[in-house]
């Protein structure tokens, strides 16, 4: 997707610990327009498959999910990593290890947003170790409903989590891969 590597290359920046920071239009500041963009090109990517719902994390991945959400026509559920008070009790629970954040957390679904007749796309920002996926894939699994595919905006092709998805046959489309970061520059596939 051109639009988003100029956004990255513009407005990106390479951090400690290959992190790529896209803070001003996709995890603080959000470009509406170029979200828009993204959600068409979900559209286009999962046109073939029946969706009921995407399934994203919170916090990045509500606003991508969201404006996707208006292409498929289909609500969104975000995992909640933060145990509220007003959680359903009745929860699928996933651990997952945050790369970012050097820690594992708790995701929880309400088992009231997840039923064995749910086709689910799950959408997120980044894909690095597929932590996050494999958590969100073992909610799907513990609700009996379908994986149709994963829609990832940015993934980092030199960490392993892409090649995991992919050997396990899942329909993992990523806008764009980005092969390294080369003194600080960014070098997509
Ligand atoms: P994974 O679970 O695939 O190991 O990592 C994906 C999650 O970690 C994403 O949800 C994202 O929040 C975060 N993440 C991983 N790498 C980066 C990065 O380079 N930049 C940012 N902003 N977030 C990242």
Redo the contacts with the bound molecule.
Sequence with gaps: MDLLKKKILEEGSV?EG??????SF??HQLDIAFLNEVGKEFKRLFDDRKITKILT?ET??IAIASIAAQYFNVPVVFAKKIATKNLDRETYESD?????KGRTYKIKVSKKYIKPDDHILVV????????????LMDIINKGGATLEGIGIV?E?GF?D?GNLLREQGINLKSLVIIDSFEDGKVKFR
């Design positions: 951090e290959d992190i790529l920071k896209v803070d996709l995890n994390l990045s991945g997952v290890y945050s790369y970012t997120d920002d980044f894909l690095a170790n597929a932590q996050a996926a494999l958590g940015i980092k960490q989590g």
